[in-house]
């Protein structure tokens, strides 16, 4: 793991970016955002930090614990970031809790006058909340805008339309 974010060449296997990420833990996904000819990019770390970058770097937020009973953590290790190819201004966020949060950019405002760092919609299956052991490890989003959540040590649930968890494939 790194604090540096390299962008690679992956015909020819070489850098063709590097840069230090400005994290102070280690940067574990980033993605371009669509529809910005590779000019913009989401940054999660492990130190719960989320960045955009373009042509500078912009803190949007640190990802907190939704249950306020977690007094052993302030910050949520970010592990899997996605965005949704249909409206990429949509993008949901997983890391070391059982929640998935799901941000908009359009409600970030750089004069800090908006709470940004609170998602406007989360999802938990109910067997799963206040389960310490759990921790998002992956995500993605289907044509549909459908999300698809990787538990560890649990289940993938289907997140569809009317955001109602669906077991699809249990992983023991």
């Known amino acids: 793991m ?15 970016l590097s840069f230090r990420s400005g994290h102070l833990n280690d940067v574990l996904q980033a993605k371009f955002m669509p529809y ?9 770390a492990a130190d719960g930090e989320i960045d955009l970058r373009t042509a500078t770097a912009t803190k949007l937020f640190i990802c907190c614990p939704i249950d306020d009973s977690r007094v052993y953590t302030r910050i949520i290790n970010l592990n899997a970031i996605m965005i949704d190819p249909r409206n990429p201004n949509l993008f949901a966020l997983g890391g070391s809790d059982e929640y998935t949060r799901l941000y908009d950019l359009r409600k970030y405002k ?5 709470d940004f760092g609170l998602p406007f919609d989360r999802f ?3 067997l799963l909340i206040g389960e310490y052991q ?6 993605a989003f289907s044509d549909q805008s459908e999300l698809l ?6 289940a993938r649930y289907r997140i569809g339309a009317k955001s109602s968890p669906i077991i699809i494939m ?3």
């Open 2 to 16: 790194t604090r540096r974010l390299f962008l690679w060449d992956w015909e020819t296997g070489h850098t063709k």
């Open 36 to 44: 910005t000819d590779d000019r913009s990019l989401v940054i999660c």
């Open 110 to 114: 750089s004069d800090g006058s908006t």
């Open 124 to 126: 938990c299956p109910r």
């Open 134 to 139: 759990v921790g998002i490890t992956g995500l």
């Open 149 to 154: 959540v990787h538990l560890s040590l649990y």
């Open 170 to 172: 249990v992983c023991m």
